[in-house]
DNA sequence: CTGGGGAAGGGGCCC
DNA sequence: GGGGCCCCTTCCCCA
């Protein structure tokens, strides 16, 4: 993936990069400029994947410990349950958690009182719904959380919240409206505004402002570059440029 | 063409 | 779980 994948406008048309087409237009929806640099955006339900705010529903711990406090581990809740006494749990908010286990004791509506929460289909059994979910819902739930975006999924809320921003790019530089996925991007990128060089080389004093650059220059110091060609045992001290030297075709001599 | 600097993105770790 | 930071990596540009 391009790295400029996630960013949405470049301002020097000097510098412009000259970056493979996006695959996705999405980023185009992203809002076009925050007036400072915003704590976490949490999109909105039409940007998150479906799997975002509908995460699987099949009986996992997280599921378990929200809807029953008591009750712990999906292995427990996933049908062997001994500990998970159905029949003492609640049934006075049945229709905000159909997708719960069942209350046997209650018996409101009798069509529909096992909903599923993904399509929202009814169900009179339990069993009803557990063959539906495991059949349709389970499967498209069990993806996990996608993005919107793009075609990433992952397995956790934070990291599709933290992949999110890639795309909404909510810290956005005040000085030319380029904006970063996050706060410390957004950071290092004042720095080419203000010419701020924190890192200095001990070796020749010469200053920069990313740490990473300076590990790099730190390289060229070095009588041992780090990347050798495996063909023709040329050092690189750079793998980018090693393998550059592999790309453009190694002689095997040197 | 090569090497080096600049800029930026993502993953992982720690608090 | 979220934010900050570090590290690694990649890409572009220029001398």
Redesign the pocket.
């Known amino acids: 993936?391009?790295?400029?994948?996630?960013?949405k406008k470049h301002f020097s048309a000097?510098?412009?990069?000259?970056?493979?087409e996006l695959e996705s237009q999405a980023v185009l929806a992203a809002p076009l400029l925050y007036e400072t640099c915003p704590?976490?955006v949490?999109p909105p339900p039409e940007v998150l994947g479906p799997g975002a705010y509908y995460p699987p529903l099949v009986w996992d711990a997280?599921l378990l410990s929200s809807l029953f406090p008591g009750a712990a581990g999906s292995e427990a809740a996933a049908g062997a349950a001994p500990a998970l006494d159905l029949t003492a749990l609640s049934s006075e908010d049945d229709e905000g958690k159909s997708s719960g286990p069942p209350s046997p004791a209650s018996a409101p509506a009798a069509a529909e009182r096992f909903r599923c929460a993904q399509c929202a289909k009814a169900y009179s059994t339990f069993a009803g719904l557990s063959k539906h979910k495991q059949l349709h819902c389970d499967a498209q739930a069990r993806k996990s959380f996608s993005c919107k975006y793009c075609e990433?999924e992952y397995v956790?809320?934070?990291?599709l919240?933290?992949?999110i921003?890639?795309h909404t790019?909510p810290c956005v530089c005040k000085m030319c409206g380029?904006?970063?996925?996050?706060?410390?991007?957004l950071?290092?990128?004042i720095?080419?505004h203000t010419g701020e060089?924190p890192f200095s080389c001990t070796h020749c004093n010469?200053?920069?402002?990313?740490?990473?650059?300076l590990?790099?220059?730190l390289?060229?110091h070095s009588d041992v570059?780090k990347y050798q060609c495996k063909t023709c045992s040329?050092t690189?001290?750079?793998?980018?440029?090693l393998?550059?030297?592999e790309e453009?075709g190694c002689s095997g001599s040197r």
């Open positions: 993936m391009p790295r400029s994948f996630l960013v000097s510098k412009k990069p000259n970056y493979s704590l976490p949490i997280g990433k956790s809320l934070g990291a919240k933290m992949h921003r890639s790019l380029k904006a970063f996925s996050r706060p410390w991007l950071q290092g990128h720095r080419t060089k010469r200053a920069f402002a990313d740490r990473s650059n590990r790099a220059h390289q060229t570059k040329r690189f001290s750079r793998m980018s440029l393998h550059k030297h453009t």
